[in-house]
């Protein structure tokens, strides 16, 4: 089986803002887009937050997976609210 290439990459930032506590969440990571047809779309976010009571049950490191751009940030979104955080961007 052929390694897939990659067609895209680029830096993300993803802010929220946490409902109860109206601290900020921002996550890093890399957007690729490869050629393969399924999942081609990987998004592998990092925590930058920094030492609060948010960063106790928010992950460090996440990584999302799908079909195209709209279901990999629906996951993202779908995250955020799980853990009481409003996407913003």
Do not use: C
């Not at 802010?15 to 890399?30: D, L, P, T």
């Amino acid at each position: 089986m052929p390694k897939s290439t990659i067609i895209y990459q680029s830096n993300e930032e993803i802010i929220g803002k946490h409902i109860r506590s109206k601290e900020w969440v921002m996550y890093s990571g890399k957007l690729t887009i490869f050629d393969r047809k399924t999942n081609p779309i990987v998004l592998k976010l990092k925590s930058e937050i920094d030492d609060t009571f948010i960063g106790e049950f928010m992950e460090e490191k996440k990584e999302f997976k799908g079909n195209s751009l709209s279901n990999v940030y629906g996951k993202v979104a779908k995250w955020y609210l799980k853990n009481g955080v409003i996407f913003q961007n």
